[in-house]
């Protein structure tokens, strides 16, 4: 079962969404009557959203007047 035919099955209609694989089992979807979009993976014909807040921490190198700071973003 793909994730459109558990969203008509669930929505008892014919939803209409756009679909991108991200990997990782995970899949984009976005609705095109609403916009929004949601990162998503299917596990056993459940569809489970994935928070979308997955942080990359990165160390980024700032020059400021008193000298270079190391800040980290997240």
């Known amino acids: 079962m793909n994730i459109q ?3 008509d ?3 008892n209609k014919k939803a209409r969404i ?3 694989d991200v990997g990782n089992g995970y ?3 976005c609705d ?3 916009g929004d979009c ?3 993976r299917m596990k ?3 569809i489970e959203r994935i928070d979308n807040t997955m942080n990359v921490n990165k160390r980024v190198q700032v020059e400021t ?3 270079i700071k190391q800040l980290l973003n997240g």
């Open 65 to 67: 007047p008193s000298g």
């Open 5 to 7: 035919t558990a969203l």
């Open 44 to 46: 056993d014909g459940l």
């Open 9 to 11: 099955n669930y929505l």
């Open 32 to 34: 095109l009557d609403t």
């Open 38 to 40: 949601y990162t998503v």
């Open 27 to 29: 899949n984009e979807v």
């Open 18 to 20: 756009t679909q991108k």
